[in-house]
């Protein structure tokens, strides 16, 4: 039995295809303008990473702010339950899935078996979000993928005051001309992104084991930096975090054949 | 889900504009229109001689470039249209404005009318904060004298019979909206709630005699249906102003159906007929405005509020509760606290969304609902 799950986000779309419980192929790719030409592009490469064609999927399950565009989907689930559910298979001890990705954060509580409790979201604005650190990277002309081990070597500690992504790139832009330290103001910025998500996650109690996803999660000074905002360790999840909502969907469409 | 309705075209056509055809027709005819934007207004006070009500509203707005030279952005977008549009002359047609005091918002849109524009008739009616006795002569008299303005300015008659005879239109009218919301109760409504509330809104931004053959022949059509089946959940709607149905069509296009509507523009317990008594028709409409009105405004009132959801749930079989609340309505902002906590310890799974006025973040509300029934298991 193969089953997919394909997660059509605002920056990036990811597809994983699984086959009796384990993954065959996972793929991420940046969006394009059109969430059904990412979606079938992710779907291409997976599909050629595990060496079959689009028939051979049994069932997949779309989710993201795309997944009604998604064409092979059969069904879809919200990205909050297939975090939940992503999360949760691969780690079964989590109670809680911090998820930042490109256009949102959001908090998830979950029960034994993956099932949302309750969830918070911020999706109003950029501030907490991955496009944020992604904005902020091209103010401070460094790589997105740098930005994690820039941040540990800072040395002194920065407040970066401005929440707004427009002003808070003001304010970088003013810090370098101060002559700065990019790791402090790097560091800052994953302490004030940081801050903001802990709040949000706060409102629901947080509960261990606590797990963060998404592609903010593969960096490394954010990881930290929302550990001392939460005051709890955050554990690793061991696969590639952006893909935990995908795997989420591809356990939904597993489910859903078996039932 | 229930085949597309081609009466409920009329009802959508009548919100395409304040100054809809109905409005011309009436207004063509003599009679004189006079808005109004809270619920302690009651409409059958507005109904009498050739008095008729409308429910200020602002459909379609884009945005409030206008208004926003006059109001905070911290006043809610509702308030802020209403004077974007008044200010682009979309109400030209009214001769009266009445308004009450219920927030600091619509105190400071008054303002700015009576500032900007200076109708001839606008009206503060200064209904009280809490229910009891002596309220209940205050709120008499505030009814009496704006009827006694409402007859020295318009020359409408306000007596006594004709009173009375605009409270039994009003009953006849509501009775048989409250007839249609009553399908809702079934375990397969036949009316979904954006087509409800489509009916609901267009009445009340319509002459409701002009409206109610519509609604009679809406009310045939769906008693012929065989009702919305395979919905994942039956859902409630609560909160402040909500006039634009594709906010409920958004929310139902996650399969689930809003069969009960609990704020101000919506019909629980909004469209309760009129216990026409012989007590002074102003003492009647007093107390009548009291019970059909639940506002956070009101103090010492939290428990009706409370109350009326949860066996507005019971009755309804609604399985969780949407709570939308305007930015920056104060009001309903602080009542959602307690609020939420007090549905949840009754064991009622609650939603609660920040929205603007005008429907807007379509992908996120989606989504929001979606997790919300995936949360109770749907």
Redesign the interface.
């Given at each position: 039995m193969i089953v997919a799950g394909c997660d059509v986000g605002s920056l990036t779309a990811k597809t994983v295809i699984m086959k009796n419980n384990e993954i065959l192929a996972a793929q991420v790719v940046r969006a394009k303008s059109h969430p059904e030409e990412s979606a079938r592009e992710v779907m291409d490469k997976a599909l050629e990473q595990a060496g079959l064609v689009i028939d051979e999927i049994a069932f997949c399950v779309g989710t993201g702010y795309g997944r009604t565009s998604i064409p092979f989907a059969k069904m879809v689930e919200s990205e909050i339950a297939c975090h939940g559910r992503g999360a949760q298979w691969q780690m079964p001890s989590v109670r809680m899935v911090i998820d930042i990705g490109g256009q949102d954060a959001k908090a998830i509580r979950l029960d034994d078996k993956g099932n949302v409790i309750r969830y918070v979201y911020n999706d109003k604005c950029a501030s907490g979000t991955g496009r944020f650190l992604e904005v902020m990277a091209d103010a401070l002309n460094i790589d997105l993928t740098e930005m994690g081990a820039v941040s540990l070597t800072s040395q002194n500690l920065i407040s970066i005051s401005n929440q707004c992504v427009i002003f808070a790139e003001t304010e970088i832009v003013s810090l370098v001309n101060e002559g700065k330290d990019i790791a402090d103001i790097v560091s800052g910025l994953h302490n004030a992104l940081a801050h903001r998500v802990a709040a949000l996650a706060k409102g629901i109690e947080l509960q261990e084991d606590i797990v963060m996803t998404g592609g903010v999660a593969k960096n490394v000074g954010m990881f930290t930096a929302l550990e001392k905002a939460l005051g709890k360790k955050i554990k690793n999840i061991g696969r590639d975090p952006q893909i935990n909502g995908a795997i989420g969907a591809a356990i939904f469409a597993a489910e859903r054949l078996r039932n | 889900m229930a085949i597309p309705s081609k009466t409920i075209k009329v009802f959508e056509e009548l919100l395409e504009s304040p100054q809809n055809r109905l409005v011309e027709q009436a207004v063509e005819s003599g009679r004189i229109p006079i808005g109004y934007s809270c619920s302690f207004v009651p409409e059958a006070l507005l109904m009498a001689d050739k008095l008729f009500p409308l429910r200020l509203h602002a459909p379609g707005l884009a945005g409030t470039e206008l208004a926003d030279n006059y109001l905070s952005c911290f006043v809610c977008s509702y308030t802020r249209g209403l004077l974007e549009f008044a200010m682009d002359g979309r109400y030209d047609l009214l001769k009266g404005w009445v308004f009450v005091p219920s927030c600091a918002h619509m105190q400071r849109l008054y303002d700015n009318l009576e500032y900007l524009q200076k109708p001839d008739f606008n009206h503060i009616l200064d209904v009280p904060r809490k229910v009891n006795n002596d309220t209940l002569l205050w709120m008499t008299e505030e009814l009496q004298m704006l009827a006694d303005k409402l007859a020295h300015h318009f020359g409408a008659d306000m007596s006594d019979v004709s009173l009375r005879k605009a409270m039994e239109q009003w009953n006849d009218f509501a009775s048989v909206v409250q007839s249609i919301g009553d399908l809702r109760k079934k375990p397969n409504p036949p009316i979904n709630g954006a087509e409800f509330h489509q009916i609901v809104m267009a009445s009340l931004a319509s002459p409701k005699d002009l409206i109610l053959p519509y609604i009679l022949d809406f009310k045939k059509e769906i008693e012929q249906r065989e009702g919305i089946k395979n919905s994942r959940a039956r859902l409630m709607l609560v909160g402040g102003h909500l006039h634009d149905p594709e906010f409920i069509r958004v929310i139902e296009s996650q399969g689930c159906v809003v069969v009960a509507d609990r704020f101000c523009t919506g019909t629980i317990p909004g469209f309760k007929t009129i216990d026409i008594n012989n007590d002074s028709p102003y003492k009647i409409l007093a107390e009548y405005t009291f019970a059909k009105t639940l506002c956070p405004r009101m103090m010492e009132d939290f428990d009706r509020r409370l109350n009326t959801i949860i066996d507005t749930v019971k009755e309804y079989n609604a399985d969780g509760v949407v709570l939308e609340i305007i930015k920056f309505c104060d009001l309903w902002g602080v009542d959602a606290m307690p609020l939420v906590s007090a549905l949840r310890d009754n064991g009622i799974p609650v939603l609660r969304l920040e929205r603007e006025y005008c429907l807007g973040?379509e992908?996120?509300l989606r989504?929001?609902v979606?997790?919300f029934i995936?949360?109770m298991?749907k």
């Open positions: - | 973040g992908g996120q989504t929001r979606q997790a995936e949360s298991g």
